[in-house]
C-alpha cells in the first residue's frame, strides 16, 4: 500500500471524485483538457487509486467533480461539475490501481439522443424547451440570459434529421447569435445561453504580465500571464445575404452590410431559411459581428487556476498599453500533473511516466477585447437529405376526396417522425412538383394537377437537400395501390382517376386508339381502334363495345352539341336511328340536299318544325314510307257513271305508267350523276396535289351539271302529264248533294 496518503491528500492542488464514492478514492495524476464558447469542456484524467475493484459501468454517466487550485493567498478552487463520460481499468503498481477518466458537462446527454423529428408550429424557444425535458433537464440545469428577448416568430415546419439533441440546438443558436458556457452556481454546474455581451458575469480575474524567466517575488501571492500575443486578421467589406421564400415568390429577400471599412473582399450567402427581408437583416447583422469578433484574437499562458470560457480578465503590467486591459476568455486549454508526488519511487509504464515533467500547470488562453460583442461561428452544416425520401399522403377524412390547402399543398406523413400526430398534423402544408405551372399575364395561374388521395405514397425531394424545404415530386406504386400499366398492357398508357373517370392511349399496331371514359351513364368515346383490350382499365368498367374503327360515342344519357356552326362532311353513308321522337328546331333558313336516295324512317313521331323559311330540295327520287295509312278526301257526283270512272282509272294508269318511264330516265341519270359525283370527289382529291387536275375536272362537273338540268326537265315534263290527267279528272267529277264519298288511295 502507498505510504503518506494524508501527505499527499493535504499537498494535492487537484482533485477528482464520483458521486457514490468517497473523496479520497482517486488522486489526479495529470490532466488534459480543453473548453471553448457553445462547445462541451472535456478533461482526460489520469487517475491513481488505492481501490482495485472499482466498478468502472457502474461510473458511466455519474455526477462527478474536478477541482483545481493554483495555491494562490486566498484563492477560490476552480471546479467543474459534469458527468464521468468513460472510465478505463489501466494498471496496477505498488498498490496504486491507475484508471483513466473522461468528464464532461451534463448538456453532453443531448448528444446520446440521435434521431429525426418534425416540429409543427413551434417557436425555436418551445422546441429548445421540449429537447431539454426531453433528455432530463430541469430550469434548475439552464440559465438564460438574453438582454433583449428576440422575436420568435412560429415556424410552419422545423425538421431535426439524423443529428443529435445537441448539433440540432447547435446549429439553430450560432445562426441566431446565440452562444453558451459553463458556470458553477452554488455548488451547481448550469448552462448559461446568452445573446449579448452584458449577460457575463461583472467579476475579471486579474492576472499580472511577467514574461518567462523573469524572476518573481510575487509568486504565491498573484497571478499572473506569462505570455501574450496579438493575431490581427483580414475582415471581408461586406457580407451580403439572399434567400429565397415561395410563400412570399415574388419578394427578393435580401440584406447587406459593411464589416469592416477597410476589409477587402464581399461574403455571398444564399439559404439560410429566412422569411422575410427583416429576418436577412438581423442575421446578416450577426454574421458582421461574427466576423468583427474575430479581427483580433489574442492568445496567452498563464499559470493561474480559474480562467474559464464566457468569463472576463483583465491583464496588467504588459510593455505594450493596448494589451492591457479587459477580455472575455473565449476558449481555454488546461494541462496539468502532481505525477511527481505520486510517481516518485515507483516503476510505472512508459505510457503513463513519457511525460512526467513534475509538478505543474498551465492554462493556454483564447480571449477577445471585453468591448466587443462575441458571435459563435458557424460550425454545424445543414444536414442534406441526399436523393428522395418517401413519404404518405396525410388526411382528417376517409381519403375518398383528396385534402388539400388553398394553395393545392398536402400534409404528409414522414417515416422517420418518432412522435405520434393525430390526422393532418404529421407536417406542414407541402408543395407537389408538376411538369406544367406558371401564371398568365392576368394573374391567374396555368397548369396541371392530379389530386393526391389520403394514404398515397409519395417520393419527396428537398431544396437544396434542406430538411425543412420537402416538396413532393411524384406519387409511386407498392403491394397495396396497383399500377394502371402491368405486363397485361404494356402497350397502353392510362390515366384512370380515383372517380373511375379514364383515358387510355392504346399503342398496339393495327389496334391504335384513344379512349376516354366515365362511369356516369356508362359513357365513352374512342377514337381509331375499337375499345376490346382485355386489359383496358375503361373496357372493364364498361358494357358495351363496338367493333367499328374511327370514332364511337356512346352513352346511357344524354348527347348535347352546343356550337355557333356545325359542319358535318359525310363522305359515305349515314345513318341516324332514333327509337323515340326526334325533334329539329332551325331558327332560320333550313336546306337540305340529297344527291341519291334519302330515306328518312321515324318508328315513332317525327316532327321538322322551322321558325322561318325550309327548303328541302331532292335531285332525285324522294321516298316517303308511313308505317300507317295515308288518305286524301276528293268528292265525286252521284250520277256518275261508272265507265267514266273506268275511263279516269285507265287514263291514270297510262300517266302512271308515263310517270314510271320518266322515273326510270330519272334513275338512269341519276346513276350518272352519282358517277359524276364519284369522278368531282376524286378531282377534288386530286386537287390537293395539283392545280391542274383541278382545272381538267372542272369540265367534268360541268358535264355532271348538264345532265342535273335534262333530268330536271324530264321531271317537269312527267308532273305537266301528271297535271293534265288531273284536269281531265276534274272534269269528269260530278258534284253530289247526297254527301256520297269515294276514298282514293
Not at 284 to 299: N, Q, S, T, W
Not at 363 to 386: C, G, L, M
Not at 473 to 495: K, L, W
Request: net charge negative.
Amino acid at each position: 500500500m502507498p505510504e503518506n496518503n494524508d501527505s499527499l491528500f493535504s499537498n494535492r492542488r487537484y482533485a477528482f471524485s464520483v458521486d457514490g464514492l468517497s473523496p479520497q478514492s482517486f488522486e489526479v495524476v495529470r490532466f488534459d483538457g480543453e473548453e471553448a464558447m457553445s462547445t462541451l469542456y472535456r478533461f482526460d484524467l489520469l487517475l491513481a487509486s488505492t481501490d482495485s475493484d472499482i466498478d468502472e459501468g457502474a461510473l458511466i454517466t455519474q455526477t462527478a467533480q474536478f477541482s483545481l487550485n493554483d495555491g494562490v493567498e486566498g484563492g477560490h478552487p476552480t471546479v467543474y461539475r459534469g458527468l464521468v463520460q468513460s472510465f478505463i481499468y489501466q494498471y496496477q503498481i505498488s498498490g496504486w490501481t491507475f484508471y483513466r477518466a473522461t468528464l464532461t458537462p451534463k448538456l453532453w446527454l443531448l448528444d446520446t439522443f440521435y434521431l429525426s423529428e418534425i416540429y409543427l408550429e413551434k417557436t425555436r424557444p418551445e422546441i429548445f424547451l421540449t429537447i431539454m425535458s426531453n433528455a432530463g433537464f430541469t430550469f434548475d440545469d439552464v440559465d438564460v440570459r438574453f438582454l433583449e428577448i428576440p422575436d420568435h416568430p412560429r415556424r410552419e415546419f422545423i425538421c431535426q434529421y439524423q443529428e443529435s439533441y445537441l448539433t440540432f440546438i447547435a446549429r439553430w443558436t450560432e445562426r441566431v447569435g446565440i452562444y453558451w458556457w459553463f458556470e458553477d452556481v452554488d455548488g451547481k454546474e448550469k448552462v448559461v445561453f446568452c445573446n449579448n455581451r452584458m449577460g457575463h458575469r461583472e467579476e475579471a480575474l486579474l492576472l499580472h504580465y511577467r514574461p518567462p524567466g523573469e524572476l518573481d517575488a510575487l509568486i504565491g501571492k498573484q497571478r499572473r500571464i506569462q505570455s501574450l500575443e496579438l493575431e490581427a486578421r483580414n475582415l471581408p467589406k461586406t457580407i451580403v445575404i439572399r434567400d429565397y421564400n415561395e410563400q412570399r415568390a415574388g419578394m427578393a429577400i435580401m440584406g447587406t452590410t459593411t464589416v469592416d471599412p477597410n476589409g477587402s473582399g464581399e461574403v455571398h450567402i444564399f439559404g439560410e431559411h429566412l422569411q422575410n427581408n427583416d429576418e436577412a437583416a438581423q442575421f446578416v447583422a450577426l454574421r458582421a459581428e461574427g466576423f468583427r469578433c474575430r479581427k483580433h484574437i489574442y492568445r496567452g499562458s498563464s499559470t493561474a487556476t480559474g480562467l474559464r470560457c464566457g468569463e472576463f480578465m483583465t491583464v496588467q503590467g504588459h510593455p505594450r498599453s493596448r494589451f492591457n486591459q479587459r477580455y472575455l476568455v473565449t476558449g481555454v486549454r488546461h494541462r496539468g500533473s502532481q505525477s511527481g508526488l505520486l510517481l516518485e519511487g515507483l516503476s510505472v509504464p512508459v505510457e503513463i511516466d513519457a511525460n512526467r515533467s513534475g509538478d505543474f500547470y498551465l492554462a493556454e488562453i483564447t480571449a477577445i477585447p471585453a468591448n466587443v460583442q462575441f458571435r459563435p461561428e458557424i460550425t454545424h452544416p445543414w444536414p442534406k437529405i441526399e436523393g428522395t425520401m418517401t413519404g404518405f399522403i396525410d388526411a382528417e377524412g376517409s381519403g375518398k376526396y383528396a385534402e388539400l390547402n388553398e394553395n393545392g399543398e398536402y400534409k404528409v406523413q414522414l417515416p422517420y417522425d418518432i412522435t405520434e400526430k393525430s390526422a393532418k398534423k404529421a407536417s406542414a402544408w407541402i408543395r407537389m412538383a408538376s411538369p406544367y405551372a406558371g401564371v398568365d399575364d392576368g394573374g391567374s395561374g396555368h397548369g396541371m394537377h392530379f389530386p393526391l388521395h389520403k394514404g398515397a405514397e409519395v417520393l419527396l425531394s428537398f431544396r437544396n437537400g434542406n430538411p425543412d424545404k420537402p416538396v413532393i415530386i411524384g406519387a409511386v406504386t407498392n403491394s397495396i395501390t396497383p399500377n394502371m400499366v402491368t405486363n397485361e398492357n404494356q402497350t397502353q398508357s392510362v390515366i384512370h382517376t380515383a372517380g373511375g373517370n379514364s383515358l387510355e392511349f392504346h399503342d398496339e399496331e393495327g389496334r391504335q386508339g384513344i379512349h376516354f371514359f366515365s362511369p356516369v351513364a356508362d359513357t365513352q368515346f374512342s377514337l381509331g381502334a375499337p375499345l376490346l383490350s382485355a386489359g383496358s382499365v375503361s373496357a372493364a368498367a364498361s358494357s358495351n363495345s363496338t367493333t367499328t374503327e374511327g370514332i364511337h360515342f356512346e352513352t346511357d344519357g344524354s348527347f348535347t352539341i352546343a356550337a355557333m356552326d356545325v359542319l358535318s362532311n359525310v363522305g359515305g353513308s349515314s345513318t341516324i336511328n332514333v327509337a323515340g321522337a326526334a325533334t329539329t328546331l332551325t331558327e332560320g333558313a333550313f336546306t337540305l340536299a340529297t344527291l341519291g336516295l334519302t330515306t328518312n324512317a321515324a318508328i315513332g313521331g317525327n316532327i321538322n318544325f322551322s321558325l322561318a323559311y325550309n327548303f328541302i330540295q331532292n335531285i332525285g327520287p324522294a321516298y316517303e314510307y308511313n308505317a300507317t295509312a295515308k288518305y286524301r278526301i276528293a268528292p265525286v257526283a252521284v250520277n256518275a257513271t261508272v265507265s267514266q270512272i273506268d275511263a279516269v282509272t285507265t287514263k291514270l294508269k297510262n300517266t302512271v305508267t308515263d310517270v314510271n318511264t320518266a322515273l326510270n330516265t330519272i334513275n338512269s341519270n341519276v346513276n350518272k350523276v352519282v358517277t359524276d359525283v364519284t369522278n368531282v370527289n376524286n378531282a377534288v382529291t386530286k386537287m390537293q396535289d395539283t392545280a391542274t387536275s383541278v382545272k381538267n375536272e372542272g369540265t367534268g362537273i360541268t358535264s355532271c351539271l348538264s345532265r342535273i338540268f335534262t333530268s330536271a326537265t324530264h321531271v317537269a315534263n312527267s308532273a305537266a302529264k301528271v297535271s293534265v290527267t288531273a284536269s281531265e279528272v276534274k272534269t269528269n267529277v260530278v258534284s253530289s248533294t247526297s254527301g256520297v264519298q269515294i276514298f282514293m288511295p
